[in-house]
């Protein structure tokens, strides 16, 4: 499976982007789909997954109320809405797939790169 997230870009502090990951030749619907990111000098945290199939979702404390992550089922993707973005938000976003009986994320995709500027 070979993810690709789109989506990022520079938007000032306050501002709103859509990050989407979708996977070429097949869809993301049977798969939990995370999102994380990785600032410069840190580590890479995840900041949200959506779980096949229940379709529960998890969002990091540190952008809780402000990112929701859904399922596009028309477009076969995962979104990240982003609102309120801050620059702490600022950071090389990833998305990550995995299968019932994986136990961890097996699929990666290259990174979007957002710029929240104050």
């Known amino acids: 499976v070979q993810l690709q997230a789109s989506g990022g870009g520079l938007v000032q502090a306050g501002g709103s982007l859509r990050l989407s990951c979708g996977a070429s030749?097949?869809?993301?619907?049977?798969?939990?789909v995370g999102w994380f990111r990785q600032a410069p000098g840190k580590e890479r945290d995840s900041i949200a997954h959506?779980?096949?199939?229940?379709?529960?979702?998890y969002v990091a404390d540190s952008v809780k109320g402000r990112f929701t992550i859904s399922r596009d089922n028309a477009r076969k993707t995962v979104a990240l809405q982003m609102n309120s973005l801050k620059p702490e938000d600022t950071a090389l976003y990833f998305c990550?797939?995995?299968?019932?009986?994986?136990?961890?994320?097996?699929?990666w995709g290259q990174g979007t790169l957002v710029t929240v500027s104050s």
């Open positions: 990550a797939a995995r299968g019932r009986l994986d136990s961890t994320y097996r699929y």
């Open positions: 030749k097949r869809t993301l619907h049977n798969y939990t």
């Open positions: 959506i779980v096949w199939p229940s379709g529960s979702t």
